[in-house]
């Protein structure tokens, strides 16, 4: 069964920019859960996905947002990028909502924000 | 607001001693708490779990107690092994909710 995959991989932006990240679940599960990933700061909860609503959110500002799609493939928007926002950004999928549901990361993106 | 900390940033463990990884939360809410295992540009990997009824929990090498009383946890690894060295990340979540926090991460080295 193939795992998580979040595309791009890498990528790099200037302030002021807006981009939109991609993942895509483990076949079979529901929900999609982001996280913001920086030195020091461990991984900060952005926001969860399930059966495209979203369930939960994280203290983000507005300009991070996310959807989901009927296949369950969820995409992450970050509008107005700031240099603050430099960080890996870390997709899980788990085949239910709630947080007793084991996740299942994926690799990441690296944004890269000058 | 750390809800989950993860005081010690870095580890460094010789091959076949025990490392112990610690982990302090704030919320006594909290009822359910994991570890997660990272290697370098991979994402985190679910390692162990343990429920607020229980408060020990092993799987092979990996035993994590769970101190209620004073909101602590820790990750036992016997004996660590090179292939251990990686960053850990406490979490935890509260009844029915839908969003696990993490801690900060603390980066194991096991030296041969």
């Known amino acids: ?114 | 607001d750390q809800q989950v900390k993860q005081n010690s940033p870095s580890l460094s463990v010789q091959e076949g001693r025990i490392s112990i990884l610690n982990c302090d939360y704030t919320n006594s809410m909290f009822d359910y708490f994991l570890w997660y295992k990272k290697y370098p540009a991979e994402g985190p990997t679910f390692l162990i779990s343990i429920s607020s009824i229980k408060d020990k929990n092993e799987d092979g090498r990996f035993t994590v107690f769970l101190n209620k009383s004073a909101k602590h946890l820790s990750l036992h690894i016997v004996p660590s092994q090179p292939g251990d060295s990686a960053v850990y990340f406490c979490a935890a979540s509260i009844p029915g909710g839908f969003k696990t926090i993490f801690g900060a991460g603390t980066r194991l080295f096991v030296k041969a």
Not at chain 1, 40 to 53: A, H
Not at chain 1, 64 to 88: K, W
Request: positive net charge; proline residues 4%; hydrophobic residues 30%.
């Open chain 1, 1 to 114: 069964k193939a795992g998580v995959t979040q595309t791009p991989r890498y990528l790099i932006k200037t302030r002021g920019q807006q981009v939109t990240l991609s993942c895509s679940p483990i076949s079979g599960h529901r929900s999609v859960s982001w996280y913001q990933q920086t030195p020091g700061q461990g991984l900060q909860f952005l926001f969860e996905y399930f059966s495209e609503t979203q369930r939960n959110k994280g203290n983000f500002p507005g300009r991070f947002s996310g959807r989901q799609f009927s296949n369950s493939r969820s995409e992450m928007n970050v509008s107005t990028l700031e240099l603050g926002d430099s960080a890996l950004y870390l997709c899980a999928s788990s085949l239910a909502s709630g947080s007793l549901n084991e996740q299942f990361f994926g690799p990441g993106t690296r944004l890269t924000v000058l």
